[in-house]
């Protein structure tokens, strides 16, 4: 089995990115492991094609096909995730960020969306979606996201500070909204 994947890079893109990273180790540290996760998910198809090729019937290639369709379906939605992954300001990363331009927020969300759907199980894709979902002002939906990301994230060290990131983001949620500087009530006249 061979496969021919075509990728089309924007180097001023790229340069931006790289540029941030160099910023923000935490950001870098993310993006280092989903892009990790992709690389294991890699081999992991690598190996279920080997597996289906060393074969000698068709009676035990039923399960390798369906596991190594259900890796193809986790690699594509990890791709996706490292792609809608943007480090943007000191802060970038999955969870933190400045706002991005409302055309980069679609475009995120919806591979983010895909994502999703391909892997429900993807926890950077619910932190990703829980960010979008923010830039949004939707609270509710980013907070709902944050709790998959919680549920779905296997607790490892390399997982440990944006667990922890998702974790304290979703206290700001729970709390009261930011409410405007200034009196909180009327004044009555005994007041002045």
């Known amino acids: 089995m061979r496969v021919n994947v075509t990728v089309q890079i924007d180097t001023a893109v790229v340069a931006r990115q790289i540029d941030a990273l160099r910023k923000n180790e935490h950001a870098t540290e993310e993006l280092q492991q989903a892009r990790a996760e992709a690389e294991r998910l890699k081999q992991e198809v690598e190996a279920k094609g080997r597996e289906l090729a060393a074969l000698k019937s068709k009676a035990g290639a039923e399960p390798l096909l369906k596991e190594r369709e259900q890796a193809f379906a986790k690699l594509d939605a990890q791709d996706l995730v490292?792609?809608?992954?943007?480090?943007?300001g000191e802060r970038g990363g999955f969870v933190?960020?400045?706002?991005?331009?409302?055309?980069?927020?679609?475009?995120?969300?919806?591979?983010?969306?895909?994502?999703i759907t391909l892997?429900?199980?993807?926890?950077?894709?619910h932190a990703g979606l829980g960010r979008a979902l923010l830039a949004e002002g939707r609270r509710d939906d980013a907070a709902r996201e944050f709790r998959m990301f919680l549920?779905?994230?296997?607790?490892?060290?390399?997982?440990?500070?944006?667990i922890e990131k998702v974790q304290h983001k979703?206290?700001?949620?729970?709390?009261?909204?930011?409410?405007?500087a200034g009196p909180r009530r009327k004044p009555r006249d005994f007041d002045r």
């Open 82 to 88: 490292v792609r809608a992954w943007r480090p943007v």
């Open 96 to 115: 933190e960020g400045e706002p991005l331009p409302a055309e980069d927020r679609a475009s995120t969300k919806a591979m983010i969306l895909q994502a």
């Open 119 to 125: 892997d429900p199980a993807n926890a950077r894709a």
């Open 151 to 162: 549920k779905t994230v296997k607790p490892t060290p390399a997982n440990q500070r944006l």
């Open 170 to 180: 979703l206290q700001e949620l729970d709390g009261p909204p930011n409410r405007p």
